[in-house]
């Protein structure tokens, strides 16, 4: 029995340490990214960030009654990766520029629950519409970024990216959490 219990808690923990969650003045470092390197969709990519959102919600059958909803920003470590001949602070800063996206985009579905979801019955109602749209604005937007950065070869993009990230993240900082 107890063998079997800190099994599972060793378990647990591999399972957790696989992911970071986004925290203010947390940044990644290169030791993050622990996946094997894969090239395969683009030769020239030095590192590769798989990031993005988790969230849960508690409510209840009766559409009336209140709805707590948490949505965190997430980074898989054992989905991203890194090519080791290839690191230096300017690519790693950004990749954390794709992480930082992914908490823009998390408070902007925060700020767009807390403007429409008040209850459970607003919850089955709106948060599908709410999440598809976020989903699709984050996508079209990390590609953009990587698109006209050029995977941060062009530098003078990369620091345009850089100030309106930092703008829109402070934007939304009463959406830091919900």
């Known amino acids: 029995m107890k063998l079997t219990f800190v099994l599972c808690l060793l378990a647990a923990q591999v399972v957790y340490g696989q ?15 622990k996946s ?10 030095a590192a590769y960030t798989h990031c993005g959102w988790e969230f849960y919600a508690e409510k ?6 209140p709805v707590t909803i948490t949505i965190k920003t997430l980074f898989h470590e054992d989905k991203s990766w890194k090519d080791a001949k290839r690191m230096n602070d300017y690519i790693l800063l950004h990749e954390q ?3 930082d996206i992914a908490e823009l985009f998390v408070r902007k579905f925060r700020k767009a629950v807390a ?13 599908k519409a709410i999440y598809d749209g976020i989903a699709i604005d984050y996508k079209n937007f990390q590609m953009s970024y990587d698109g006209e950065t050029r995977h941060g070869i062009d530098k003078e993009k990369q620091t345009e990216y850089n100030q ?7 934007n939304l900082k009463s959406y830091k959490t919900l």
């Open 19 to 33: 992911k970071i969650f986004w925290e203010e003045g947390k940044k990644l470092t290169w030791d993050n990214f």
């Open 36 to 45: 094997p390197v894969n090239k395969k969709k683009n030769p020239d990519v």
């Open 60 to 65: 209840s059958s009766d559409p009336k009654a």
């Open 97 to 99: 520029k794709h992480f």
């Open 115 to 127: 403007e429409k979801i008040k209850n459970s019955g607003d919850y089955n109602k709106y948060f």
């Open 164 to 170: 309106l990230i930092s703008e829109q993240l402070d």
